[in-house]
């Protein structure tokens, strides 16, 4: 799996960042609920203060001596004080006060119950019929400050709870996806040509009947290719042994006519039976490469095959065959060699037809699992290059042929995980024709 499309990676992520989301939704809301109910403890402590103070400060104030002057209420101790109160009589005069309480903050005139400013909340009650008021002040940013401690506590689990959560849903969504994973490395590990059912077990109920059709659909096209290659195997071989009778009575016929038309006749259907005889090898050559074992078990040198297919061609060829060995003579493959020889057939006959007279054909082996065929000759069209991949498909219908050999030469490529690039012109030149078959995969 990609990881930009990894299911496993979305969902961990997705679920990791939902969870997130979702504490920091709870967060909020809680810090809503807890500002709310700390405002509704802290006013209760204010009206809990005024009720106490204001019963003492009135007692104290009718008490003591005469004086002109507010009473300052000396602190026990050095503390922060957060709640401030006020004692005024009816007129306004400040009686009593705590010992840090700001007289701008009271405002001028007393008050009963709540009220806020944009800096303190106040609380206000009166006494003596009025005579007697008291205001407590506690400032809204120490209100601020416990809410956000609050808040804070609920927030700082989120550093070690996304990474747990993280490696929590990553370990969770891996063991979960396990066997789809094993499932993907089996279809993975199935060559192009293997067709048989992919083993599936234990999988999830979500992806069973995917299993399920895909090995259904690899039945079903293991029977089709089987019927065509079957169908076509068949064909070529009950039609080699009539071709190669008739070829021999033909053959016969011609010693005993003379010279004359009836001879020239006889050697044109001498020449068809030869075309019609070399079709049935090359459908047979098809049927193998599109169905056979293009892969061994045991890796193989094929460089004797490559050697003994060209001393094979060179005896009949019009053009010299120029063949370019890797150093040391020596290159182990995976790759079937009676494939291998097909192709090479294939590949180099194609080159002594359409190259060039009296130009050599190269063959070149790179011990990394590169071969190059290369024929002088005309420039084929770029546009007609892929065609030529296609099954009775030729460059030219000046020169006899069937058509099969490079769709032959593409159907053994396919099979065995190797590429196939066709060029013209040749590299490095103006001309020519190319063939190079990358099968590196397979080279141990």
Not at 186 to 211: F, M, N, Q
Not at 331 to 358: C, M, Q, V
Request: hydrophobic share 45%.
């Amino acid at each position: 799996m990609r990881s930009e499309h990894s299911l496993q990676r979305r969902l961990g992520l997705g679920l990791t960042l939902g969870v997130t989301l979702l504490w920091l939704v709870a967060v909020a809301v809680s810090g809503l609920v807890v500002r709310y109910e700390l405002n509704k403890v802290f006013d209760s402590a204010l009206e809990e203060t005024a009720q106490r103070i204001l019963p003492l400060a009135v007692v104290e104030v009718i008490n003591r001596d005469a004086a002109t002057t507010p009473q300052r209420i000396l602190p026990l101790a050095a503390h922060d004080e957060h709640l401030t109160y006020l004692v005024q009589d009816a007129a306004g005069n400040t009686l009593l006060h705590s010992h840090s309480a700001d007289r701008q903050v009271f405002g001028t005139q007393p008050h009963t119950g709540f009220v806020s400013t944009p800096t303190h909340r106040i609380y206000g009650a009166a006494a003596v019929r009025e005579t007697f008021w008291i205001q407590v002040a506690e400032p809204l940013a120490h209100r601020r400050k416990a809410a956000l401690e609050v808040i804070g506590a609920l927030l700082w689990p989120l550093t070690l709870l996304i990474p747990l959560s993280l490696a929590g849903t990553w370990w969770l969504v891996r063991n979960s996806l396990r066997r789809v994973r094993d499932y993907r490395n089996a279809i993975t590990a199935k060559g192009a040509g293997d067709l048989s059912a992919v083993r599936a077990e234990h999988l999830p109920t979500e992806i069973e009947p995917i299993a399920v059709a895909v090995n259904q659909l690899l039945e079903l096209l293991r029977r089709t290719l089987e019927a065509e290659q079957s169908f076509t195997a068949n064909s070529a071989h009950e039609l080699r042994t009539p071709l190669a009778t008739a070829l021999a009575q033909v053959q016969r016929l011609e010693q005993e006519l003379p010279t004359g038309p009836q001879l020239d006749k006889a050697r044109q259907i001498e020449a068809t039976l030869r075309s019609l005889s070399r079709l049935s090898e090359s459908l047979m050559q098809l049927a193998k490469a599109e169905g056979g074992r293009l892969l061994s078990d045991q890796p193989q040198d094929l460089v004797p095959v490559l050697v003994l297919v060209v001393d094979e061609l060179r005896r009949n060829a019009r053009v010299p065959i120029q063949l370019d060995l890797p150093e040391g003579g020596i290159l182990s493959s995976t790759l079937d060699p009676d494939a291998f020889a097909i192709l090479l057939r294939n590949l180099i006959d194609n080159a002594l037809k359409y190259g060039a007279a009296e130009q050599p054909v190269s063959v070149r082996l790179a011990p990394e699992g590169i071969l190059r065929v290369i024929n002088a000759g005309p420039v084929v069209p770029t546009e007609a290059l892929p065609r030529l991949r296609s099954r009775f498909v030729r460059a030219t219908s000046d020169v006899p042929g069937s058509g099969l050999g490079l769709a032959i030469v593409d159907r053994i490529a396919a099979g065995a995980g190797a590429t196939l690039q066709i060029c013209s012109p040749a590299s490095g030149r103006t001309d020519g024709f190319e063939v190079v078959f990358d099968f590196h995969n397979t080279v141990i």
